[in-house]
Structures are given as C-alpha cells and as structure tokens.
C-alpha cells in the first residue's frame, strides 16, 4: 500500500493513505466490536443492573436500531461535511459513549451511552468505505477492502471472545475503558493525518424522506428484533413490520421523484451493485446468525463456559482477519468469480456439516466447521462487494455506501430473528416429542425438572434447523453467484478510452 497516493477526486491534492486506513480502521474495528461484545455480558449485567432479558435486549437492540436508522442519512452527510469532520464527531459521540457507558450507574445510563456509540458507527462505516472508494483506483480496491473486512468480521466476530477474557478477569466496565482508550489512540491519529478527500456537493435536504427512512427502517428493525423475542404472529411485531414496510414503499416512490434523493436507489441500475447487494445481504444474515447460534449450542447444548466458548470461537475469528486482506489480493488479481463460487460450494458444504451435529458430537469437528465456515465468508463478502461498489460512478459513492451501511444491519436482524425463532420452533417441537407442554414455550427461571435432561439435545436439534435454513440460504447465493462478472468502473472505462485515443 502506498504511502502518499493521489485520489481520485479532483482538486485533491496527494495524501497518505496508510495513516488515514489505519484511524478510520481502528474506530470503526472498536464500534463493531461493541456491537456483538455486550451479549456475552448480558447475564452479567441483568444482574448488577437488576432488569430482566427483555428490557437488557434493548442494549443490542436499541444499538442496531440506531445505526439503521442513520445508515440512509450517511449518504446525505457524507457530501455535505467534509472527511476530517464527520471522522472527528463520529470518534467523539464514540468516546463519549463508551466513557459514559463505562462510568454507568444504572440501566438507563448504559443505554443512552449505547445510542452514542451506535451514532458514532454509524458516521464512520460509511465514511470508511467512501475513503477507501476516493483513495485506491478499481484495480487496487480489492486488497483496501479486504482491510475493511477486519472490520466487517474480524470485529464482530472477536467481540464475545475478547469481551468473555475480560469479564472474566476484571468487569464488564472494562470493556468501555478499553474500547475507549483505543478510540482516543485512533481520534489522536485522525487529527494528525486525516486531511479531506472527498469534494462537498451539498445537495437540498429532503424532509419528508428524512421522516420516511426514519419510520421505515426503524420500524422494520424495531420488528425484526422483537420477532425473535416475542414471536412473528404478535400484534406488536406485525404492527411494526407493516408500518416499516409501507413507509419504505413511499421512501422509496420519493427516492425516484426528486432530483436529490436522499438515497439515490438509482444505483440498483447497475447490474453488478444489484447483485452485490443481494449477496451481502445473504453473508450479513448468515454472519450474525452463526454468531448469535454458535454460543448457544456451545453453552446450552455442549454445557461450555463463557469463557471456554471465547476462547473457542477464537481460531476462526484469528483465521478470518488473516483471510480478509489475502482475498482482497486474489480477487485484485484473478476478479470475484473464482472466489465466489468456490466460497460458497464451501459454505454450503459447512452448513450441511454443522446440520448433523448432536450432543456428542466433539467440539473440535465445531471449531473446525467454525473456521472453515469463516474462511468461505471472507472468500465472497469483501470480493462481493467490492466488485458491485467498482461498477459505479463516483458521483454514487455516498449513496452505494448508504445503501450497504443500512442493509447490514437490516439483514442482521433479519438473520437474527430467524435464527432465534427457528431455534425456539425446533427446540418447543422436541420437547412436545418427548412429551411435554410447550403451549407456553419454555420457563427458564422455573425448569420443570423431569425437563433439564432433554434442554441441551433440544437446543442443538433447533440449532440443526437453523443451520439447514442458513445451507438452502448459500445454495441461493450459489445460483445468484453464476451471473456476476468482473465490474469495470467508470474511471477504467475513462483509462481504457484515452489509451484507446492514444494509439490512434
């Protein structure tokens, strides 16, 4: 990677790449991290916190419903301010979310500290992938983004690993110091080398799509995340997931009829962006899936600790930060096509492997699945990606990287809600096998004990659905995979032309 480059916007002069790469890396690392490190420490904090499930769900969930709901606005954001700006108030609503949340004294507290750091994510994704889009020509895209695939799944993924080593050894706080103190090391970085690389274009604010996103995505979110707590048929749930829709229907019928859109869906137009986006919605689903299934079927089928089930989940989290950069290089080299396809014949191969689990089952052929599994998501996500965001014009870069903010935290709640309720349907069908009531689902605080024997086969028999519905999911993207073909960006297109004119 160069150290001094000069980006592909004009009247911007060269700048240092490295540095840049490496604040925008460390911020947004940290904010992904936070996103998955809390829900090991639930029990913990139900406890110190004296609040129930339900209320301290909302920790992840009211943190996912933040950033989906400023995911459309980023697009907007990102031509109106310049890069140094949004990267130094998305670090401080970061650091002051994490010092609050760390100085917490009670629920409430902790909660309104996660709105602030959600808030603070969610100016910085996007503003990392335009970075990334402005800095480094197509043909070099694939080895940056692979450095963004850290983030994407290095991140999350070490979140209940690194998050169970510290409740373990000192306290739940220390998860917010820590993330802190590297959030003010990448602030500090920033403020030195961050120059502007993007051109400021502010285009007319549109109210009613603000108001329309808003209602739309926050909706759908708020029902997605509660359909897997309280079930799909719940008023509450179909209320909500109505309202989301219909909103996003006028959202997106406002979209197409104004000259400034807030989200410029006009980037679907592009062929290979389409078919990017459908696939990283299907890698997102499945990302946060296994990562919310695999320390369930580790803790309550296989009897593991918090700890054990860190550490446990740590090779593939290591073997996927090495993969992201490397699957970068290769698809610079040879394009998407033939780590795609491959990836997802592996991860539909895995998906297979990981339905035939049962209690006995060593957690060794787990962790390898795990592994296995993790390498295939790096060998199609980033190169997914990057080929769909190469294909368009740099005027759609603000928006390409608004539409992919926001649809990874809808389909990771998508994923995550179908997990949780095909675990739940095939757990409550096992125990209704062996003959017990499940008109009520299961009492966790009042076990019926003649019950306790059958809850670790019953949970992994529920995990088995869920990953049987995750393998006919990698088969879809599979049939999806076999039209994508390398994407030439317009500055390729423009390159080609005027060597073209040269020769003649």
């Known amino acids: 990677m160069e150290a001094s480059i000069q980006t592909n916007e004009p009247g911007i002069k060269q700048v240092k790449a490295t540095p840049i790469l490496i604040s925008l890396l460390l911020g947004a690392s940290i904010g992904m991290f936070s996103e998955t490190a809390l829900n090991i420490a639930l029990p913990e904090l139900m ?14 969930t009211g943190y996912m419903l933040v950033l989906g709901i400023l995911g459309p606005v980023s697009g907007l954001l990102l031509q109106w ?26 629920f409430e507290v902790l909660l309104a500290a996660r709105f602030f750091q959600a808030a603070g994510l969610a100016l910085l994704l996007p503003l990392m992938m335009n970075a990334i889009l402005i800095l480094f020509p197509a043909e070099k895209r694939g080895a940056a983004m692979g450095s963004l695939g850290l983030v994407l799944m290095l991140a999350p993924a070490s979140g209940p690993t690194i998050a169970g080593i510290i409740i373990e050894n000192l306290s739940w706080h220390w998860i917010f110091w820590i993330s802190s103190t590297v959030l003010l090391i990448a602030l500090i970085i920033g403020i030195i080398f961050l120059k502007n690389i993007s051109v400021i274009t502010r285009p007319k604010i549109d109210i009613l799509s603000l108001l329309l996103s808003t209602i739309g995505f926050g909706s759908l979110l708020f029902g997605f995340s509660k359909a897997g707590e309280i079930g799909w048929t719940d008023p509450l749930v179909i209320s909500c997931l109505t309202i989301g829709v219909l909103a996003l229907i006028l959202f997106t019928w406002r979209q197409f009829s104004i000259a400034s859109p807030l989200m410029n869906l006009r980037a679907f137009r592009y062929p290979m962006f389409s078919l990017s986006v459908v696939l990283f919605a299907v890698m997102m689903m499945m990302l946060l899936s296994s990562m919310l299934l695999l320390p369930i079927l580790l803790q309550n089928g296989l009897g593991k600790s918090v700890l054990q089930v860190g550490l446990l989940l740590l090779p593939g989290t290591i073997i996927s930060g090495i993969a992201g950069p490397y699957m970068g290089k290769l698809f610079d080299k040879y394009g998407p ?71 990874q935290q809808v389909a990771g709640a998508i994923g995550s809600a179908l997990a949780v309720t095909i675990l739940a349907t095939g757990q409550s069908s096992y125990l209704s096998d062996k003959g017990f009531d499940m008109s009520n689902g299961i009492n966790y605080a009042n076990v019926d004990p003649a019950m306790l024997e059958h809850l670790p086969p019953s949970v992994v028999f529920g995990v088995k659905g869920a990953f049987i519905f995750a393998g006919l999911m990698s088969i879809i993207a599979l049939i999806i995979s076999f039209f994508i073909k390398r994407a030439k960006s317009s500055e390729q297109k423009i390159g080609q032309t005027r060597t073209f004119d040269r020769g003649h």
């Open 337 to 407: 096509r033939k780590l795609i396809i491959p990836g997802l014949v592996l991860m539909g191969t895995t998906m297979f492997l990981f339905s035939t689990i049962t209690v006995n089952t060593s957690t060794a052929f787990i962790i390898v699945l795990d592994c296995v599994f993790l390498l295939a998501l790096s060998m199609v996500m980033m190169p997914a990606q990057t080929n769909g965001m190469n294909q368009l014009p740099a005027e759609f870069y603000p928006h390409g990287t608004a539409i992919m903010s926001t649809l």
């Open 47 to 60: 406890k110190q916190l004296q609040v129930g499930p339900t209320t301290a769900q909302w920790l992840t």
């Open 81 to 106: 301010f310049t890069t140094r700006q949004l990267f130094i108030v998305s670090l401080t609503f970061s650091i002051i979310g994490s010092l609050i949340a760390g100085l917490a004294p009670n």
